[in-house]
């Protein structure tokens, strides 16, 4: 008999591709994994911004995910127009109001078919923003861990 052939999709989302949204895709992939269910799901992450285009994720949170003994491997990239429509999810770190405003983005594209979401809605202590770390320290870099490990987990319960 086949298998069902069930297939999800998500798309972590931040400013520059390099601290949050990779950090979230790892910790969404490695759940995935020890899940036994990764076969099922099309996971990734990406910029609004074009300020890291082609870099690895940040030292500080390469150190960070290192000390969980989560593996971490992306190169930043911006999100395309293509990413709205092949999508399920978009789960984004914050509703960014100015220039790269994703809800913008998503409405130049015709059909959309992504749920643009906050992926702090999905904590269960309702910490909604995951804050940019970029200006701050290895501490911030572990807040960020902890609720994407918070986020990641309910996300992936939720549609499993
Ligand atoms: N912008 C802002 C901002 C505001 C508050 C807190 C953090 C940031 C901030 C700043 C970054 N790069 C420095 C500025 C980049 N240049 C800005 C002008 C255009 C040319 C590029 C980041 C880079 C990667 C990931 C997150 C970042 N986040």
């Known amino acids: 008999n086949m298998a069902a052939a ?19 895709e790892a910790v969404f992939r490695k759940m995935a994994t020890d899940m036994g269910v990764a076969d099922k799901w099309r996971i990734d ?28 491997s992306h190169t930043a990239r911006q999100v395309t127009k293509d990413d709205f429509v092949t999508f399920e999810y978009i789960l984004c770190s914050r509703q960014r109001s100015r220039r790269s405003d994703l809800k913008k983005k998503a ?20 910490q909604l923003i995951i804050k940019d770390p970029y200006y701050g ?12 490990v918070r986020c990641c987990k309910a996300f992936l319960e939720e549609n499993s």
């Open 107 to 126: 409405k130049s594209v015709k059909n959309c078919n992504a749920k643009i979401e906050l992926l702090g809605l999905y904590d269960p202590q309702k």
């Open 6 to 24: 069930s297939s999800n999709s998500v798309l972590f989302v931040c400013l520059g591709n390099i601290c949050r949204s990779p950090i979230a």
């Open 45 to 72: 992450s990406a910029a609004t911004s074009t300020y890291e285009i082609g870099n690895a994720p940040d030292d500080r949170g390469q150190a960070c995910m290192r000390r969980h003994g989560v593996a971490m």
């Open 137 to 148: 320290s290895d501490k911030d870099f572990e807040t960020v861990y902890e609720q994407c």
